[in-house]
């Protein structure tokens, strides 16, 4: 944000270079005149910078009320607090400093030594003209503003992706219409299976709930108990690092996993508190190439257990993390998590059947829920207001370097008013005018676009590294953003260029 920040601000300083070294000639006689009657170059250096330094002034003034009103909204859209507040640190207020400063010099600087150097005799005979110099720069500039905006389309367009993406991928598990509650804590443990199996009994009573489970962690939420484990078959890979998860016996089929060998814990087998499930990754790491091999073997830590089933690997976290290799054991005194599937439309009336249960049992503890696809999403809430920031800052940029295409193309036109004129006295069509007047400024677009491609691919594949599971980046992403910016500069040049090309040439021409 602070990059995209820096480039806005950037644009507007490319724009306000662009303006003064095309505008310079309208101010040549100025200088002239002032050199005449004594002006040193210095002193109009001291001049044009003194102008410079104002119009930054007063931005930052305007900048500071919009802070003000804006504030709030920001909050709102970023989830958070930021305080509004001008006493900041004193390395904030040195790093704005740096930049307004060195802003205002490297954005003022050039257009006052090009308009405090002009030699007076040649302007007041009117023998200036604008420098091939300048006009090199300020088409490097233009192609510097649409390649920024090229990337920043792409930018967007990739975010969006990689967000949708990551919201849409199956998971390998089933959280839809579940309701997640927080455990007891009141019960002791001596009571506890006394009181949570008479619940679970009762509330399986509403037709409205298709199931409930307990558990020591959900989808969504980082697991933090761990292990090490090694297989006594495969010794030598050394003791691999498993994430754990106490379950009951209905949460494998509540949750949809699935088993790729072995079997699900079992009230019929006695066993089972000293058995193991693992993820496809855990098995793998555990030196077993096929999961029908983990079945019956022995795993050790501080314990042993034997694995009965290995199970589809399925995300635990987004997936913005790797699937960790996981160790799912009986824990039928879990009280962390109550997962309770729905399977009716009217959510309120059953919520409320639920704590009127809860209450019954467990009038001690607090009844605390929430949606577990919900918050699952949640942990994609910082990618989508990030994508939502990049765009608003993205259409930003863009707007204020068609600003600056907009002074240029219009100052571009104003100096060939005439040219104009002639063309359409010998016959030139209002379409040949504006394509005449547009297609310079067309061809550094498209120079913008080819440069603008390579850079936006390799910075948009550096920030896709930061998520295990990503999108692919096509190449009709890029043919967006380039037809997006050349619109975009179409119809800034162009209705500058229609407005020209349909003005009567007996105006221009009159004074000839």
């Known amino acids: 944000m602070f990059l995209i920040a820096f480039i806005i601000i950037g644009i507007a300083w490319i724009n306000y270079i662009n303006l003064s070294t095309a505008r310079s000639v309208e101010r040549a006689k100025e200088v002239g005149i002032r050199k005449v009657l004594g002006a040193a170059k210095a002193s109009l250096v001291k001049l044009f910078m003194l102008e410079n330094i104002i119009l930054n002034f007063t931005a930052i003034a305007i900048a500071a009320i919009a802070v003000v009103i804006l504030t709030p909204w920001f909050n709102n859209l970023m989830g958070r607090e930021t305080a509004l507040s001008f006493s900041m640190s004193g390395k904030y207020w040195f790093i704005f400093s740096a930049i307004f400063i060195s802003g205002t010099l490297l954005s003022g600087l050039y257009p006052a030594f090009v308009l405090s150097g002009y030699k007076p005799i040649a302007v007041l005979k009117g023998a200036f003209k604008n420098t091939s110099g300048g006009l090199v720069l300020r088409k490097g500039l233009i192609i510097l503003q649409f390649g920024i905006s090229v990337v920043l389309i792409a930018g967007t367009i990739i975010v969006y992706q990689q967000v949708s993406f990551m919201r849409n991928q199956k998971l390998g598990v089933n959280i839809s219409q579940t309701l997640v509650l927080d455990g007891v804590q009141s019960v002791t443990d001596s009571l506890y299976q006394n009181t949570l199996q008479p619940f679970k009994t009762e509330l399986l009573k509403n037709q409205d709930i298709k199931g409930m489970s307990v558990s020591t962690s959900v989808m969504g939420k980082e697991i933090y108990w761990t292990n090490g484990y090694q297989s006594i078959e495969h010794k030598e890979l050394g003791s691999v690092t498993l994430y754990r998860m106490g379950i009951d016996y209905d949460f494998v089929p509540q949750f949809e996993l699935k088993l790729l060998a072995g079997r699900n814990f079992s009230k019929d087998f006695t066993t089972d508190k000293g058995a193991a499930i693992l993820n496809e990754q855990s098995a793998t790491l555990m030196g077993f190439k096929d999961?029908?091999?983990?079945?019956?073997?022995?795993?050790i830590s501080n314990d042993t257990l034997t694995v009965i089933g290995v199970i589809q690997s399925f995300h635990h976290l987004g997936l913005q993390k790797p699937i960790d290799p996981q160790l799912i054991t009986l824990r039928l005194d879990a009280r962390q998590a109550y997962s309770i599937k729905l399977q009716t439309a009217d959510m309120q009336k059953t919520i409320a059947a639920i704590k009127a249960t809860w209450s019954k049992y467990f009038p001690k503890d607090p009844f605390n829920y929430f949606f577990l696809d919900d918050q699952f999403n949640?942990?994609?809430?910082?990618?989508?207001?990030?994508?939502?920031?990049?765009?608003?800052?993205?259409?930003?940029?863009?707007?204020?370097?068609?600003?600056?295409l907009i002074g240029l193309s219009a100052y571009n036109i104003l100096q060939r008013t005439k040219e104009v004129g002639i063309r359409k006295v010998l016959g030139a069509s209002t379409q040949g005018l504006v394509f005449i007047l547009s297609k310079d400024f067309l061809v550094l677009v498209i120079i913008s676009f080819l440069i603008s491609v390579p850079v936006s691919w390799w910075l948009m594949h550096s920030w896709l590294q930061g998520f295990a599971y990503r999108i692919n980046i096509s190449w009709w992403i890029f043919g967006i953003a380039g037809f997006i910016a050349v619109c975009i500069a179409q119809c800034t040049i162009g209705f500058q260029a229609v407005k020209a090309a349909l003005t009567n040439p007996v105006k221009s021409l009159k004074t000839e």
């Open 378 to 404: 949640g942990q994609y809430k910082s990618d989508q207001r990030f994508g939502q920031m990049f765009t608003i800052f993205a259409s930003l940029a863009i707007l204020i370097a068609c600003f600056g």
């Open 291 to 299: 999961p029908h091999d983990a079945i019956g073997k022995k795993i």
